[in-house]
C-alpha cells in the first residue's frame, strides 16, 4: 500500500480468490469497485463425449496436408497474430492434435490443442455465419477427448462479463471450480494524489473553482 501512495498511481488492480479473507478485507479497505471475476471451470462430464456434427457438416483431424486451408480461417477467428501462428502450428503438426469442422470440404471451424507445455492449452473457433449450429460444441469434445488422455479433468478459464465462453463451458460439461475477483481502485487512486499535497496546495485548489463552479 505505502509503494502504491509513493508511486503515486492513477489507478491500482487488484485479483484475489472469492474466498481470500485478506484481499477482501483489502478491497473493501481501498474502496475497491468490482470490475470483473476470473471464472476456472473444471471438466465434469464423460472422459471421452461424443462427436456430433450438425446435419452437412464433418469433423476430423488435421493433417498436414491441411497446412494452407485453415490459415485464412483462423487469422479471421483469431486477431492476435501471435495466438493465431500458434494454432496454425498445431493443426500442421503430425501429432493429431489439430481437428477441422468442414462444409462440403470447405474449413469453417477448427480446433487446436497445445500440449508443449506440458498442459493442455486449447482452442475453438468458428466461422462467423457458420456459428450457433452446434459445431463448437462438435470440435470441443474432439479435444476433450485428446486432453483426457493427458489429464484426469481438463480444465478452462472465462471471464465473468463474458456473455459466450462461460455458457459454452457449461454446456459442454464444464463446472466452476475456483473464482478470481477483480477489482479496480481508479478513483482511490486520485484521493492518494491529492492527499500527498500540502495543505497550502489544498487550500490554493479549493480556491480555484473548476468547470462546474465547485472546487478541485
Known amino acids: 500500500m505505502a509503494l502504491f501512495q509513493r ?31 476470473l471464472l476456472v471451470y473444471r471438466y465434469r462430464g464423460p472422459r471421452r463425449p461424443p462427436v456430433r456434427p450438425p446435419e452437412g457438416y464433418e469433423v476430423r483431424r488435421a493433417t498436414p496436408a491441411d497446412a494452407r486451408a485453415p490459415g485464412r480461417l483462423v487469422r479471421e477467428v ?16 503430425r501429432d493429431g492434435r489439430g481437428f477441422l469442422a468442414l462444409r462440403e470440404a470447405f474449413p469453417v471451424g477448427f480446433a487446436a490443442v497445445d500440449v508443449r507445455a506440458g ?6 473457433g468458428v466461422r462467423e455465419g457458420h456459428r450457433r449450429r452446434g459445431i463448437g460444441r462438435a470440435l470441443a469434445a474432439s479435444v476433450l477427448g485428446v486432453l483426457h488422455a493427458r489429464e484426469p479433468a481438463p480444465f478452462a478459464t472465462a471471464w465473468g462479463l463474458d456473455p459466450i465462453t462461460g455458457p459454452f463451458l457449461r454446456a459442454l460439461g ?17 484521493s492518494l494524489l491529492v492527499a500527498r499535497s500540502s495543505s ?13 463552479g465547485e472546487g478541485t
Do not use: K, M
Request: aromatic content about 6%; glycine content about 12%; hydrophobic content about 40%.
Open 200 to 212: 497550502r496546495d489544498r487550500r490554493r485548489r479549493r480556491r480555484r473553482p473548476n468547470r462546474d
Open 78 to 93: 483469431i486477431p492476435d497474430r501471435g495466438r493465431a501462428e500458434e494454432v496454425e502450428r498445431v493443426l500442421a503438426a
Open 119 to 124: 498442459g493442455g492449452a486449447w482452442t475453438v
Open 7 to 37: 508511486g503515486g498511481q492513477a489507478a491500482l488492480l487488484l485479483r484475489c480468490a472469492e474466498t481470500g479473507a485478506f484481499g477482501l478485507v483489502l478491497a473493501c479497505y481501498l474502496h475497491a469497485a468490482l470490475a470483473n471475476a
Open 174 to 190: 464444464f463446472g466452476v471450480e475456483r473464482t478470481y475477483l477483480i477489482s479496480g481502485t481508479a478513483a482511490l487512486g486520485h
